[in-house]
């Protein structure tokens, strides 16, 4: 069984969640406290194995996770964050709608960096909504074209925190 | 050349390594190990991606600078924490060097830089984040609903208590314009979270079958163009707040299937057979005295009950003495930036008359005397003949005993009489023979003294 390093950028907004999640996918941990993130910190995690058909040759995948700090302005460095992923969580913030059109314009500097990645869409803080089964509707519209359905996670809590990194692992591997 | 760099670099305090084609370590730079705390061996058995994994995915650019075909990479503010905990930022640059098959990797600290920069970044976003909280929310309160006197305090103080229980039941009195709607949607703000929803409805503004459709929702086929299954506003206000405006003009039929719904918690929709839950908190409002509603038969008083666990009475802006002047001068502001004026405010004549004046439109009638004003004026300051008072005259018999007294610091009479005759000649769409008659005056009288106000 062979283990692939991959690269893997948390996109979204600030303040959405996206280092909470890392923190809580890789060391199991949570703070209530709010810390901006400064430039780019990248975190190792080896991933369950996944196989790519019946019988298939299992493959397990090394994630390195870029959590990058909010992205306000453009240019040639963001680029160089994104150069090589070949993947991405894209993060939302579930009480704050309007993350969801700024995740769009993060996405489509990121595929135009990263045209390849598989992206797997993010709704956080399911723990500070009052009805989970009513989310609003400008987020139903992030994961059209994606991967997979929008996954509903709390970092807080750990809901469906792996499940989102194990699904983006598996999907980097489907043809 | 090359020589002369790695001095530069060395002398201030930069850290380099140099690596080959295989991407396999050369030489590394003592201010390596101090800058990554940790000992970097000069043997082509380490590769640069083992030191730095940001480098992972990327190794094609890093081959292309070794054979010189880019110039450089960068990655700025990469994290580094120690043993210790303690953070460090770096920049790395990625050269292109003199030597054959070689490449640079420059490592620059950045740690102030990046310090500074994270403590405005979190200045900003707490400010954003605490913005778009329930606790601020609820601090709006004092914010939006102006004024300093003991009713409007109450009024705050109550809405800021109501906040905490969000399940009870409101009924907002008071007259047109005194701010129901600005009240039921701070009762709701003050209470809910961000994502729950604020309905409202106009209950005098459907006629009956159309308003029990709106509210509960139907079923396709249930009446003639129902065309489709509609949920109900009832439903979209599930998880929120439903409020009824004007709830004394609702048709005796739907008062009962409201009020089997507030005990239920559950309803139908029209034509349906299915009970649907529904957790909604109703606040309700009305102009009416509800009480002699219910002395005439026109509105249930079981219902009433339902509805007045919490009331609210709403009072008028003739009440509210100076606060119409704090009202006033934030309309002013408002329109200020709307209209780019600089109007500083109002005139002592100004004043008085606003204060004097019954106001039966309430706010909604002082926001458009204001905003006529600031339509047509030319100065920085209102005066008297730029407040247009449209509401009609009240009776002589009139109880307010500030109707029409001159106030204590006087009046300029002219000046009054001067306003009268342009709201008059406005009402009378200048119309003069119906201006004079408005005003109690001939004709000719009526164009006497246009002449001597200047107003032809």
């Known amino acids: ?175 | 050349m090359v020589d002369t760099l790695k001095i530069l670099l060395d002398v201030n305090g930069f850290g380099r390594i140099t690596f080959d084609q295989q991407l396999q370590v050369i030489e590394a730079s003592l201010a390596v190990q101090k800058l990554l705390s940790q000992t970097i061996e000069n043997t082509p058995t380490v590769a640069v991606t083992d030191i730095f994994p940001e480098l992972i995915g990327v190794e094609n650019q890093l081959l292309q600078i070794v054979a010189k075909q880019i110039p450089y990479y960068r990655l700025n503010l990469l994290n580094r924490t120690d043993e210790n905990g303690q953070t460090r930022y770096l920049n790395l640059t990625i050269l292109a060097c003199s030597e054959e098959e070689r490449a640079i990797i420059v490592i620059e600290d950045a740690t102030a830089k990046a310090m500074d920069l994270q403590r405005t970044n979190q200045q900003r976003y707490d400010t954003f984040l605490y913005r778009s909280s329930l606790e601020h929310r609820r601090n709006q309160v004092g914010r939006a609903i102006l004024g300093k006197s003991k009713a409007i305090q109450h009024i705050v103080d109550t809405i800021q208590q109501l906040g905490h229980v969000p399940t009870a039941k409101v009924l907002l009195t008071g007259e047109t314009g005194t701010g129901k709607n600005l009240t039921a949607r701070m009762i709701h703000e003050s209470a809910m979270t961000y994502d729950a929803p604020f309905i409202e409805i106009n209950c005098a503004a459907f006629p009956e079958q159309l308003l029990e459709a709106e509210l509960f929702g139907h079923e396709k086929g249930a009446f003639t163009g129902a065309i489709s299954t509609k949920p109900g506003l009832l439903e979209k206000a599930d998880g929120g707040t439903l409020f009824l405006d004007e709830i004394g003009e609702l048709p005796p039929s739907t008062q009962a299937k409201l009020l089997s719904t507030i005990e239920s918690k559950t309803f139908r929709r029209l034509g349906s057979t299915t009970s649907y839950k529904v957790n909604v908190r109703i606040i309700a409002a009305t102009n009416r005295d509800l009480t002699v509603e219910i002395s005439k038969n026109r509105f249930r008083e079981d219902l009433y009950y339902r509805l007045n666990v919490v009331s609210l009475h709403l009072p008028p802006l003739r009440e509210l003495g100076e606060d119409i002047i704090m009202i006033a001068q934030q309309l002013v502001k408002t329109l200020n930036l709307q209209f780019k004026k600089s109007v500083k405010g109002f005139s002592s004549a100004a004043r008085q008359a606003l204060l004097s004046h019954h106001w039966p439109g309430n706010a909604r009638e002082l926001g458009n005397c204001i905003e006529r004003a600031m339509i047509f004026i030319k100065n920085d300051v209102i005066d008297l003949p730029d407040l247009v008072i449209m509401s009609p005259v009240e009776p002589a018999t009139s109880t307010d005993p500030r109707h029409w007294a001159v106030p204590d610091t006087g009046l300029d009479l002219d000046q009054v009489a001067r306003s009268l005759i342009l709201s008059a000649l406005q009402q009378a769409n200048n119309n003069k023979s119906k201006a004079a008659q408005l005003l109690g005056l001939t004709r000719h009288t009526l164009r006497y003294r246009m002449e001597k106000y200047d107003l032809n």
């Open chain 1, 1 to 175: 069984m062979g283990i692939q390093k991959r690269k893997i950028c948390m996109l979204g907004t600030f303040g959405v969640g996206k280092t909470s999640l890392v923190e809580r996918f890789v060391n199991n941990r949570f703070s209530e406290k709010y810390l901006t993130t400064v430039g780019l910190t990248v975190s190792q995690k080896m991933m369950p194995p996944v196989q790519q058909e019946p019988n298939g040759i299992p493959i397990q995948h090394m994630f390195l996770i870029w959590d990058i700090a909010a992205i306000e302005k453009f240019d040639s460095m963001v680029s160089n964050y994104f150069r090589g992923a070949s993947g991405a969580l894209a993060v939302v913030d579930l009480t704050r709608p309007e993350t969801a059109d700024e995740l769009a314009t993060i996405l489509d500097r990121f595929f135009a960096v990263c045209p390849e990645a598989v992206v797997v869409y993010i709704a956080n803080k399911v723990d500070l909504i009052s009805d989970p089964s009513k989310i609003n509707s400008r987020f139903d519209q992030l994961s059209v074209n994606a991967a997979s359905e929008l996954i509903v996670t709390s970092a807080k809590t750990g809901a469906q925190v792996e499940d989102a990194f194990y699904l983006l692992s598996q999907q980097i591997e489907t043809p």
